[in-house]
């Protein structure tokens, strides 16, 4: 008797109200989030961002800004965070402590993303920079929290780990380009050194970068392969920018090339590693 019931598995926790309203919040504010996203980034016929702030972030108006076609990555983090949002409301899912771990945080980052849209739309490009500084931040955050607890299952992993990394690796990267569209605007634009040097201080910065977060996520290939992806998306798109088009710089294209190269080799090497330790 006593041996059966050392081997009885115990009940599950059943789900706390603060776990439905949780599930219930998320789902909902994703949706709201996302769309007025989606809506401000002129997916509705709204101004396109590459318009707002008097064209400070278009594709030609720094020489770390990447061309156009890079922000279609958009629409897979977007397809990415509905997927989650959906995931995570699942009466299964309630009581997932890695998903009570990083939900509001996630649902945070979406409302932050809506934010800097809204921001940049009125054309205030410093206070553009303290918010998308701030998203960056969060989604650090959500990435140490996924490192620190392995995922439930392969579906979690997928959808939440490689979303959060796409995310962060984009975040990352169009941090860099608002920066340098923020000091451009305010007449500081290259810092002195010429826009040649600047550019390419700037994607060298986005390579270090790439490297800590490789580093950092070597125990979840998936977070880390994503974060290296997205991040080589973007500085790729610079690379391809300065290539072509009407402000071409050679030796920026070049260093963002390199950049771009390292952001995608560096996890595939620090996941290999990890695995063989």
């Known amino acids: 008797m006593s041996s059966s019931r050392a081997t009885t598995s115990a009940p599950a926790a059943a789900p706390t109200t603060s776990d439905r309203v949780r599930q219930v919040t998320v789902l909902v504010g994703a949706a709201v989030a996302i769309v007025g996203a989606a809506f401000g980034s002129g997916a509705f016929g709204g101004q396109a961002i590459q318009d707002a702030a008097g064209g400070a972030l278009a594709a030609d108006a720094t020489p770390v800004a990447p061309d156009g076609p890079a922000f279609s990555v958009w629409s897979v983090i977007y397809l990415g965070l509905a997927v989650f949002a959906v995931h995570q409301a699942l009466p299964r899912q309630a009581t997932d402590p890695r998903l009570r771990s ?3 945080w996630v649902l945070a980052s979406m409302l932050l993303n809506a934010a800097w849209i809204g921001v940049v739309q009125t054309g205030v490009l410093p206070l553009s920079v303290v918010v998308i500084g701030v998203l960056v931040a969060v989604l650090a955050v959500i990435l140490v929290r996924l490192v620190r607890t392995p995922p439930t299952s392969v579906v979690q992993s997928v959808v939440l780990d490689g979303t959060v990394g796409l995310y962060l690796g984009w975040a990352s ?3 860099l380009a608002n920066v340098a569209a923020a000091l451009t605007d305010a007449g ?3 810092a002195g050194l010429g826009a040649t040097a600047w ?3 700037v994607v060298a910065a986005g390579a270090v970068l790439a490297v800590a977060y490789a580093l950092f996520a070597a125990r ?3 977070a880390a392969i994503a974060v290296g992806l997205a991040m080589a998306w973007g500085l790729g798109w610079i690379a391809y920018g ?3 088009g ?3 710089d050679g030796t920026v294209a070049v260093a963002a090339g390199i950049a771009a190269g390292v952001a995608i080799l560096a996890p595939v090497v620090t996941t290999l590693r990890a695995r063989r330790g």
Request: glycine share 10%; aromatic share 4%; net charge positive.
């Open 199 to 201: 550019g390419v201080l």
């Open 242 to 244: 300065r290539a072509n």
């Open 102 to 104: 990083v939900s509001w």
């Open 173 to 175: 990267v169009a941090t």
């Open 188 to 190: 500081v634009g290259e």
């Open 220 to 222: 979840r290939p998936v």
């Open 246 to 248: 009407p402000l071409v």
